[in-house]
Every structure is written in structure tokens, then in C-alpha cells.
């Protein structure tokens, strides 16, 4: 299968302080890269996805950076919230969406 | 809208015999549903892909015969776990697809809890 990793297994934060989570992905002809949240025994929730004719995309609180030279990405979310604690994986799929990849994951604590 | 269910949540069986995990799109119609296990701490890895009205395809490594899936219906993907072992403890989640939607986003079941003892 295709090989998305994570840099840091775990990530401490300030309540209040900006966060910012990276993965790498090996396959470059990756098309579609996704960021899941996961609380514990819950499935992943969508948070954001982005294209890979883009390199920065902007929800609510959170912006994905995807830098294709160096097969990297990331998520920064703002403002993090003791709400915001979870495990958080990137995803990544080729062309014809037929199958999904996840990162090794994050685990964000957020200190009040 | 766009909701997963996995049922049962949490099952536990005894080695040797075969448990049945239901995933269902309760308010979309999915061509496409994934299975992917998950160890504690771990990541997601993908084990089949299924699409509705043919045979799922498994990823490398995942036997086939051991981990039945059925996909008999535009809502409805069935992962058979036959002759458990305590290796197979793991959680479980289906993910579907909306047929309908322009891009590759998936929407995930809550998961089921597998324990064999």
C-alpha cells in the first residue's frame, strides 16, 4: 500500500495557542489528501481535504498546507481548544479515489 | 445528513467462532464502502474495498476467507469475521461513499469493538 507518515506522534499545546500537525505522504501521484479528527472509540471525522492543483486551503479554525515538492502536509488549527484533544490523521488517495491511506496519526493533547 | 451506523458496537465472542459487523448508510446511497481496522494506538489500515453487487477487493496481506465482506445493497456492507482469533481483536470501521458526491470524501461508522478471548 502507499506509505503516509507522521513527524510527531504527540503534540502538546497551550489552550489558546495555534497547533500545527505535519505528514508526509511518499506517493506523488496523490491527488486528494484528507485530515481526520479522531476522539477515542469514535470513527475519524472530516475536517478538511484539499486538491493537489492547491496548496493552502482555509476552513473554520483550521488551514491545510500541502507542498508538493517535498510531499508534505500539514494542519494548523487556531486558537486550539481543550475541544480540539483528539488524534489526528492525514489521508491521502490517488486520481481515482478508490482508496484511502492514513498517516501513522498525532495525538493533540490541548492543556487548559 | 451523510450518516454512517456500525452494529454492533461492541461484541465479544469466544476463539474459533465467526462474528457478523453491519455498516450502513443510513441517508445516502454508497457504491463504495471501505473496512479498516485499527490496534490500539495505531493507525487505520485499509483491508478491503467493496462495491456494491461485486466481490470487494482486499488489500495485500488481509486473507479473504477469513474476512468475508458482502455488499448486497446500496446501504448495506457486511464484514464477517470467520473462525475469530484472539489476534483479530481490533476496532473495526467501515467507511461509505456517497455515489453522488463530486469529490472522495468518505464518511466513517462509529466503529466496532472486537474482542476474542
Known amino acids: 500500500g502507499e506509505s503516509v507518515g507522521l513527524h510527531l506522534p504527540t503534540l502538546s499545546v497551550q489552550e489558546g495557542d495555534n497547533s500545527i500537525i505535519n505528514c508526509a505522504y511518499s506517493?506523488?501521484?496523490?491527488?486528494?489528501f484528507i485530515w481526520y479528527k479522531q476522539e477515542s472509540g469514535k470513527g475519524p471525522q472530516f475536517i478538511i481535504d484539499i486538491r493537489s492543483n492547491m496548496d493552502k486551503r482555509q476552513g473554520q479554525r483550521v488551514t491545510v498546507l500541502l507542498n508538493k515538492t517535498v510531499k508534505h502536509l500539514s494542519l494548523q488549527i487556531a486558537a486550539t481548544q481543550p475541544g480540539d484533544s483528539a488524534v489526528y490523521f492525514c489521508?491521502?488517495?490517488?486520481?481515482?479515489?478508490?482508496?484511502?491511506?492514513f498517516g501513522s496519526g498525532t495525538k493533540l493533547n490541548v492543556k487548559p | 445528513g451523510a450518516v454512517v451506523s456500525q452494529h454492533p458496537s461492541r461484541v465479544i465472542c469466544k476463539s474459533g467462532t465467526s462474528v457478523k459487523i453491519e455498516c450502513r448508510s443510513l441517508d445516502f446511497q454508497a457504491t463504495t464502502m471501505f473496512w479498516y481496522r485499527q490496534f490500539p494506538k495505531q493507525s487505520l489500515m485499509l483491508m478491503a474495498t467493496?462495491?456494491?453487487?461485486?466481490?470487494?477487493?482486499?488489500e495485500q496481506g488481509v486473507e479473504k476467507d477469513k474476512f468475508l465482506i458482502n455488499h448486497a445493497s446500496l446501504t448495506l456492507s457486511t464484514l464477517t469475521v470467520t473462525s475469530a482469533h484472539p489476534e483479530d481483536s481490533s476496532f473495526y470501521i467501515c467507511?461509505?461513499?456517497?455515489?453522488?458526491?463530486?469529490?472522495?470524501?468518505?464518511?466513517f461508522g462509529p466503529g466496532t469493538r472486537l474482542t476474542v478471548t
Open positions: 467507511s461509505a461513499r456517497d455515489h453522488l458526491a463530486g469529490v472522495g470524501e468518505q464518511y
Open positions: 506517493n506523488s501521484a496523490s491527488d486528494y
Open positions: 489521508a491521502e488517495t490517488p486520481y481515482n479515489f478508490n482508496k484511502f491511506y
Open positions: 467493496s462495491n456494491e453487487g461485486s466481490k470487494a477487493t482486499y
